[in-house]
């Protein structure tokens, strides 16, 4: 089974990345964040060179995911990326934020299927690396999904990962499952699985429901509970001596990032992490108000010093 890290965006950043592996080990692949291609000509530049550079993401297998509809710009950064020693390049179909579907991006370039047809024979022909999708099926309503799929399988594309929500559900209900099986009986490429697999009794029942799954995408499961995959494999639960050890190592390395800023960015991890506690409530009030590094570094103390593990750390939406 390939198991591998979700791309979230303003959280599994590269920094993330590695410090989680050192800690708990590394998954079998991890996804960037989505990324905007750079215009044709240009290279990638700031923070999006720093999340790709190979010095930055040493030891691990990463697929860098772009975010875009412009087919020309998609295949000049899979050109970059390929140059830069990449084997995949991955389109986020799944987005499902206001501003983006607006724009046709993400999962708005599921409303145009003629055009993301076009775009997907364009990049599965020209782009040196192969092209895996992660994708929702539909805007509205599941019952999109079926041309959606049709579309996807007429192109030779790499990987499909499937997260069965649509755009309006954002984050909310229950992920179709029935949506990844139709797939995966259709499918000519390979197909994955994402969406609320948040323990090993959800991931155990997804593979008893579909023995065909050879991928599952963690995202918020890793967040609130960062053994899960060593967990899937049979391995131990986190101890508060490991999550105190890769919460240290999380903060020193966003500290050296981003100073002081690196507060607000721990209070996002710990908006997910709190659920490796028994109460996640009271974690979240420790941390909630916290604006210095001291007044966080005494809260971290205190949750660590006083809170309890939860029995299963489980994410709960
Ligand atoms: C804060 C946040 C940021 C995300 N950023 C991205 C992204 O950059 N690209 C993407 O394809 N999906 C993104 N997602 C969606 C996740 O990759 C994943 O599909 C979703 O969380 C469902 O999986 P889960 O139930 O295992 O968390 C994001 C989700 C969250 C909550």
């Not at 030891?59 to 000049?76: C, H, R, Y």
Request: charged share 20%.
């Amino acid at each position: 089974m390939i198991v591998s890290l979700a791309p979230m965006e303003g959280i599994t950043g590269h920094l993330f990345r590695t410090v989680h592996a050192e800690c708990f080990g590394a998954l079998d692949r991890y996804y960037t964040p989505f990324l905007p291609p750079p215009r044709v000509g240009s290279s990638f530049g700031g923070r999006i060179k720093a999340e790709i550079d190979s010095a930055n993401n040493r030891g691990l297998t990463v697929v860098p995911q772009l975010m875009s509809k412009n087919a020309d710009e998609f295949i000049w950064a899979a050109q970059l990326l390929s140059q830069m020693g990449y084997g995949e390049v991955n389109l986020n179909l799944g987005c499902p934020s206001g501003t983006v579907v607006a724009k046709g991006k993400g999962a708005g370039f599921l409303r145009h299927l003629e055009e993301l047809d076009a775009f997907l024979n364009q990049v599965c022909e020209r782009s040196p690396i192969p092209v895996s999708v992660k994708t929702r099926i539909g805007v509205e309503s599941d019952e999109e999904y079926d041309a959606i799929l049709e579309v996807y399988c007429r192109r030779p594309i790499a990987e499909l990962i499937v997260h069965p929500r649509v755009q309006k559900d954002r984050y909310q209900g229950t992920p179709r499952q029935e949506a990844y099986g139709k797939t995966l009986a259709a499918a000519p490429f390979p197909v994955a699985y994402n969406g609320d697999i948040f323990t090993v009794g959800d991931y155990t029942a997804l593979v008893a429901t579909y023995p065909a799954t050879r991928h599952v995408m963690l995202g918020r499961g890793i967040l609130a509970n960062p053994a899960l995959a060593r967990m899937l494999r049979g391995g131990a639960a986190a101890t508060a001596g490991e999550l105190k050890r890769f919460h240290d190592g999380l903060f020193d390395a966003y500290r050296a990032e981003i100073g002081g800023n690196a507060v607000f960015r721990m209070k996002e991890w710990w908006s997910y992490a709190r659920f490796a506690f028994a109460d996640p409530l009271s974690v979240h009030r420790a941390v909630r108000k916290v604006r210095r590094v001291d007044d966080y570094q005494a809260a971290v103390s205190r949750i660590f010093n006083s809170e309890p593990l939860a029995d299963v750390a489980r994410f709960r939406p």
